[in-house]
């Protein structure tokens, strides 16, 4: 439906009491049975798949917008062919999401999900043992986590839906890896469905030219919402930067009052590093474990320290955190950082594990130089003055630091507006902490006669 155009739905309903009678009377008992299942004649605009060449469509939208009707509707127009046995344009589609859970129970199970949309003759059949959806006309939809993009390895599809892309936990690695999954028939194609956040991911692929996109507010699917929804969160977050990210749906830049933003974050990247002096990995070791903990973060920093302290540059080379791992997967992971970059020194932070950590790391590599440090601040507190070495211009950044921007941009002097802990900007900060702060106010520290 091009865009501006009302949908059929809209028509009747703005239509006289005595048209939509004539209406509704002049349809057969089987264009009636039929009637909720035609999603041209409901859609609102940005529910519509745009025309044109695309390989992604992107349904940026407020929460509440339609989205999950959006793609749900979208994966029918893939798979189904005009009788319930023809085959439709994909017979392979894969169906990712957050976590298995949110797959199942919002894109398959849920109110506006695949078989709450689908008519009784084209309903797909729900495999639980083999989590997978399939069509009367043989075409199958298989269900994935964002927590696991190593799963991804293998299967291939001609037809994606990827819901709440801003949202996952591992969106750039799981967004990559499923690329080479889209290689199916003579037009794969992804529909992506998400509430925007200002994430690497989702501002990267918004950038290619293979990607449009439809928008749309809460408020445009107020006819879809319960009476009083509208109202209740507009007084709550109306106005709001939250409220604009999560009701109008826009993506919005940065925090406010962020310590660093994407602009000047913009204007520290490098193509090259020169001969660095040191260079360290720090470490912010996670709580716990298991696919839902907090990441470990880790990242890799060297220092040019040529000169007086006001010629010092530091340089951030790495963002190699992990998440998920056991304690040996993420110490395995920062000493595979360190033999990469030839690293003299490992940092780590000891809150959380104090000596255990140390006994991780030498179980890996007893001969390592290791560095365990204690956080006596907060973590808004420490990250300021590494955000006034980089207003300094004394902090370089390599390609390829995406997620760690991220985590950067929504870091304030109030703390962390983002989901879960800052980890990555944690081990930044001990690393420029090591390399920079702690040298620098030794070198400037007064000398005492006679020593």
Partial sequence: MPSGIKSGAALVASANAADQATF????????????????AFWALDHQVPPEGDWRTWVILGGRGAGKTRAGAEWVRSMVEGSRPRDPGPARRIGLIGETMEQVREVMVFGESGILACSPPDRRPKWSATRQMLTWPNGAEARLYSSFDPER?????FDAVWADELAKWPKAAKTWETLQFCLRLGDKPRACVTTTPKNVAVLKDLLARDGTVQTHASTAENRANLADGFIEAVQEQFGGSRYGRQELEGILLPDVEGALWTSDALEAVHVKTVPELDRIVVAVDPPAGSGATSDACGIVVAGIVMQGPVKDWRVYVLEDASVQGLSPNGWAAAAVAAMDRHGADRMVAEVNQGGAMVETIVRSIDPT????????????????????????QGRVRHVSGLGELEDEMCQMTAQGFDGQGSPDRVDALVW???????????KWRAPRVRGL
């Fill in 24 to 39: 509704l009377n002049g349809l057969t008992k089987a264009e009636l049975r039929a009637l909720p299942f035609l999603f």
């Fill in 152 to 156: 991804l390895r293998g299967p291939q």
């Fill in 368 to 391: 390592v130089s290791y560095r365990g440090v204690h956080a006596t601040r907060g973590k808004s507190a420490r990250a300021e003055p590494v955000a006034a070495l980089y207003e």
């Fill in 431 to 441: 690393a420029l902490t090591d390399l920079f702060l702690e040298p620098s106010a």
